[in-house]
């Protein structure tokens, strides 16, 4: 393979790379966006844990106060109970006292499933630290390694920046003003190998004779997708 043909190679592999290299580096916020919403979510999670324990103690405060007054009326009625002689307010009074010992029975119940909730929720609170202590773990390993990953990429940028300068620099002076002209154009999608007089591009043949003026180092454009070719076997 000729100079020149090499030289376009070596550029399409190089242009290839970049843009590649490129790709991924702008994909890094993207990914690192999204171990951002998962640690969120586990912060939130861990927040709503303890949260919901507060929240079962404040009730259980409130319904043990609800109780013990419902207790002091419900012993206060009976008291009045004792001293009612018309059939028809110590009917009434009776009525009242069904439903402040419905209303104590409500509270009894509810204070215990509270109490169970509690015991529930606070025998899971080291798990739940566990599971928020691994997301925060993962969280700066994968920023570790993603900064590592970066400047790796970044350094192969700029390698393969100076290699693509230097190869573009063996181009000839006939040969450089169109090659410019079409990677303005197209990008890395500028060149297509032609195997079996076939470029590999667009697909499109061309004559046995191009092909061997191709293989002997003449700069030619696919005459269908416009991209300089080089040989392959």
Known sequence: MSSVTSALRE????????????AEIDRGPR?????????????QSHKDH????????????????????????LAKLEDQLTGISVQKEYAAKQSEIVQAQAKKGELEDAILATIMELEERTA???????????????FKQFQIEAAERLEGMKGDQEVCTADLARTEATLP?????TYDNI??????DSFAASKARVCQGCRTSMTESQFIALRNGT?????????MQYPVE
């Open 219 to 227: 700069f030619r454009t696919c005459a269908s997708c416009g991209r």
């Open 31 to 43: 990914v690192l966006q999204g171990y951002q919403d998962d640690l969120d979510t586990a912060r």
């Open 50 to 73: 303890h949260d919901s324990i507060t929240k079962l103690k404040l009730k259980q405060r409130e319904d043990e106060g609800s109780l013990k007054q419902t207790e002091t009326r």
């Open 183 to 188: 990677v303005k154009t197209k990008g890395p």
């Open 173 to 177: 002076p006939d040969v450089k003003p």
């Open 11 to 22: 550029c399409h592999r190089l242009r290839v790379h970049l843009r590649n290299l490129q």
């Open 124 to 138: 899971a609170i080291p798990a739940v630290e566990q599971v928020w202590a691994q997301a925060q773990a993962d």
